[in-house]
């Protein structure tokens, strides 16, 4: 009788020990934003290396080619710029892509030019 009293203390405290380090973990995370098909997003660089701690931090334009189940998509790259050609990403790595990060990106190229 003891050993099955011992167990379902022991899973009650689990559960506990569970649901608080659910609720701590979710503190520090954002909501996820859901993004449609033809949406432009930046997505996050998530490899760095020698040379890379001056780059932007994000990669872009993208286009959403396809929303996958989980909060994750496909992008494809739109114009010129650094980045593989087609990714596939999580939510947590995208930001909507705004006209201000297209001019301050051509903004750093024509204050390098004139350096």
């Not at 099955?4 to 689990?14: E, V």
């Not at 033809?38 to 080619?65: C, H, M, N, S, W």
């Amino acid at each position: 009788m003891r050993a099955k009293d011992d167990q379902q203390l022991h899973d009650l405290i689990n559960k506990e020990s569970i649901a608080e380090n659910k609720k701590t973990y979710n503190l520090r995370r954002k909501p996820v934003r859901n993004y449609n098909v033809g949406d432009l997003v930046a997505i996050k660089r998530t490899q760095f290396g020698g040379g890379l701690k001056l780059k932007p931090k994000y990669l872009g334009p993208y286009e959403i080619v396809k929303v996958k189940h989980n909060n994750a998509y496909d992008v494809q790259k739109v114009g010129n710029s650094d980045g593989p050609k087609n990714s596939s990403t999580c939510a947590e790595y995208l930001k909507p892509w705004s006209i201000h990060d297209a001019n301050d990106k051509e903004d750093d190229e024509t204050f390098e030019a004139n350096v």
